[in-house]
Each structure stands twice: as structure tokens, then as C-alpha cells.
């Protein structure tokens, strides 16, 4: 009888001592999400800010800090990609002198933050992708490179960063990572519909919160295109390295 009441009396803490470990996890997991938002956010506006190149066609500006909304994206999420890309880049505009591009940037690498991750996510159970890797990586080599040295617009060190990215892709996608096609095919997505949010914004709203900002919106909206589609490729020649050398380190750390 004496056992059997140990036994009893011994249960109920197992039970509890694992009640209160569940709510103890979950804390734990909100406030390093927490705390990996806060500073790559403050990160992408410092990147976004120090890093770029204005653009007078468009009063906007070239940057880099589609990078680390990449590889923000990949390495923890849809929701923290597009926390980290639409705040931190739209805080980046406020305190430059784009502020009027805030609305659209929030919107725009908001939803790019997210289909990276989220693409990613569904991508990574895709068969046909793990069946052909090596063919994908091999294509997405030569679509990256090729589209960046095509929109270099015969910029010579533009055309050779193609080259570089290009062979970036290969080597580092046949020889170190299997899935770095899913990666770039997620960059991809993500960079497209930033291409369109920032076309869409500023042929079609920016005037309509500033009467006049663009005697022809659709001219300064086309003329963009080509500029943020190198945007991304620049982000993807960033990402890349950056995911191949520390992704070991975020997945023992951030489970």
C-alpha cells in the first residue's frame, strides 16, 4: 500500500511539472521572436539606410536590404520575414527623405517578407524539386545571373556581379546546400510581387496621397521595374551566402 501511494503522490507532479514547462516553452519561443524582430528590423532600416544609391527618375532610391529580408525570411518565417521587411524598411523611407514612399514600402517588402517565407515553407515538401534539384539549381543560375546582367544595362561591374551570382548559385547549390533552388525560387516569388507592389503604388496611389508628386506616374512606375528587379537579384547575391553560413547556427539555436 505504502508504494502505491508513492506512486500516487508522484504522478501528479509529473503532471504538473509538465503543465508547467508547456506555458515556460511558449514564453520562451514570444520572446525570442521578440528579440530576433527588434533587431533585425533596427538591421534592415541601418541596412536600408547606409546602403543605398538615389534614384532622381523616381525621387526613390536603390538599396540592399532585400538581403535580409531574404534571409530573415527563410531562416524564420513568413510572419517575422514580413515583420522585419515592412517595418524595417518603411522606418529606412521615414527617416530619409522618402517618407512618402512609407505606405507603399510597408505594403510592398511586407508581402515580400511573407511569400518568401511562405513559398519557401510549401516549397521544401515539393518532390519534383527534390527529385531535380540539381537541374533547378542549374537554371536558376543561369535566370539570375542572366536577368542581372541584362538589366545591368551595360554597366560593366553590374554584368560581371550577374557572372559571380550566377556561379555563387552553382557552386554553392551543388556542392553545400540541396535545396538552394527552393530558396532562389522563393526569393523569386517574393521579389516579384515587391516589383508589382511598388509598380502599383506609385502608377496609382502616390498621387492620389500627393497630388502631383509625378507629372507622369506611369513613366516613373515603368521606369522603376527594372531597377527593382536588380534590387533582387542584389538580395539573392546577399541572402545566399549569408543562409548557407549561418543556417546551421539559427536551426541549433532558434527550434
Not at 24 to 49: C, F, H, Q
Not at 56 to 80: M, R, W
Not at 124 to 150: C, D, H, P, Y
Amino acid at each position: 500500500m505504502v508504494k502505491i501511494m508513492e506512486i500516487e503522490n508522484v504522478q501528479p507532479n509529473i503532471a504538473l511539472k509538465v503543465e508547467r514547462d508547456v506555458p515556460d516553452n511558449k514564453r520562451r519561443t514570444v520572446i525570442l521572436n521578440i528579440a530576433i524582430m527588434g533587431i533585425l528590423t533596427a538591421l534592415e532600416t541601418i541596412l536600408t539606410t547606409t546602403v543605398s544609391i538615389p534614384i532622381p527618375a523616381t525621387t526613390g532610391y536603390f538599396n540592399v536590404g532585400e538581403g535580409l529580408i531574404y534571409f530573415t525570411a527563410v531562416l524564420f518565417g513568413p510572419y517575422i520575414g514580413a515583420f522585419v521587411g515592412g517595418v524595417g524598411a518603411a522606418f529606412a523611407d521615414i527617416l530619409g527623405p522618402y517618407a512618402i514612399f512609407a505606405p507603399g514600402t510597408f505594403i510592398a517588402k511586407g508581402a515580400e517578407g511573407f511569400i518568401v517565407g511562405l513559398v519557401f515553407k510549401y516549397l521544401q515538401s515539393n518532390e519534383n524539386l527534390k527529385n531535380n534539384w540539381r537541374i533547378f539549381t542549374i537554371i536558376l543560375g543561369v535566370v539570375a545571373g542572366g536577368l542581372m546582367a541584362i538589366f545591368a544595362d551595360g554597366v560593366f561591374p553590374i554584368i560581371i556581379l550577374g557572372v559571380i551570382l550566377a556561379v555563387i548559385i552553382w557552386i554553392l547549390g551543388l556542392t553545400v546546400q540541396k535545396n538552394i533552388s527552393v530558396k532562389i525560387l522563393s526569393m523569386m516569388a517574393g521579389g516579384m510581387a515587391m516589383v508589382l507592389g511598388y509598380f502599383l503604388y506609385e502608377s496609382l496611389i502616390l498621387n492620389l496621397i500627393s497630388p502631383g508628386y509625378f507629372s507622369n506616374p506611369l513613366n516613373a512606375a515603368v521606369i522603376e521595374i527594372p531597377l527593382n528587379i536588380l534590387q533582387v537579384l542584389s538580395g539573392i547575391f546577399i541572402a545566399i551566402p549569408l543562409i548557407t553560413a549561418l543556417e546551421p547556427v539559427v536551426k541549433n539555436y532558434y527550434k
